[in-house]
């Protein structure tokens, strides 16, 4: 087993070696690829990773639709796992313990913006996201994500997760359920809210259900009526397949579109001081200029981009998520069937969200 082999990696102060799935271009297949993680430091956990959800940001940043990304390239920031070792340092957690990793290893630290927990805006640009990004931490390695066996994190940058937790479900909720969470606590929306999510995918189906929790009045914005019966369930008031003739106006809308589209066609839905969240990503030169006569005219808005959440939010939005059994939707793959996933949220096949069992990469 590697992990025996890790373990005695750890004893020996080692580089962690690791083995995961990775493409080595923008056009490239996923295929299996052996690599090494940084040492265990005093501050650190190594985690054996047992869920991986598939983000559409992976899919994103595997072709290069945001910018060249940095390859071969392990994506994954939805890891669930559990705990195999722990620096001198930890505290937080102890071996068997679960733990979640979502989309950031690190940051600085000291500035103002980490000191407040909201890492992913860290000052002095140290945010280390989990992959495609160079770590400049450790040597200005890049790092690799969760399509893998294992990996290693500072304590700060892991969540607590019960153990009781299904961790297959949690293992969405370290991306798709913060970046829903945060803008619907930063807008504060209350009972009786009108609340609408573009895009009903793996983001947007967390959005609908916290907001229902929250006490809102839910309704969403899709490309096609496919999933209106699962909508109607959960209990979205009403499903709309476009913009025009919508009588409704909205306190919040959260867009999580990842493809072209003009915001201020969700704008003009706005109730007058009502607030947008884009947290949806689409690929650079996707986006369309925004119409300043049209934004002006539909005033008295506001409009704020989202990036996931800070660690201290993060594990507010598991304890959350695990007290009221909110989890996403999910369809658990084994790790060969990535590329058939990548091609089903593309083509609008996929349902929600696809979590990798990573027992199938001993198989
Ligand atoms: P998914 O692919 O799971 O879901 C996207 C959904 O949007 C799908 O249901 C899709 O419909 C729908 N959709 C696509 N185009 C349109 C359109 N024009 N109008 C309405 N609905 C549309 O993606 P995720 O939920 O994983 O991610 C969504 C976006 O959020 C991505 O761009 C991702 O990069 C970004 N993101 C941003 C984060 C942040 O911190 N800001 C964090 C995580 C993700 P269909 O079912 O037909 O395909
Ligand atoms: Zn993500």
New binding site residues.
Partial sequence: MLLDSNLNEVKEGKRISAIGYAVSNKDDKFKPFSFSRHALGDNDILIEILFAGI???DI?SARSEWHDGIYPMVPGHEIAGRVVAIGKNVTKFKIGDYAGVG?MVNSCGICEACKQSNEQFCENGKTIFTYDCIDCFHDDEPTYGGYSNNIVVSEKFAINVPSDAPLDKVAPLL??GI?TYSPLKFSNVKQGDKVAI???????VMAVKYAIQMGAEVYV????K??ENIAKKLGVKNLYDNTKNVNERFDLIIS??????DPIDYINLLKNGGEMAI????PVGETIPTDLTRLVFSANKKVY????GGIKETQEMIDFSLKHKIYPETEIISINEINEAYEN?TN?K?K??YVIDMSSLNK
């Avoid at 573009?198 to 947007?204: K, T, V």
């Avoid at 914005?221 to 096609?224: G, L, V, W």
């Fill in positions: 983000c559409h940001s994103h989309c991306c798709a970046t573009a895009g009903f995918g793996g983001l947007g914005f899709a490309r096609n496919n999933k999580t579109i990842p493809t072209k589209y947290v949806g990503l689409p981009g989202s990036l996931i949220l609008g996929a929600f969200r």
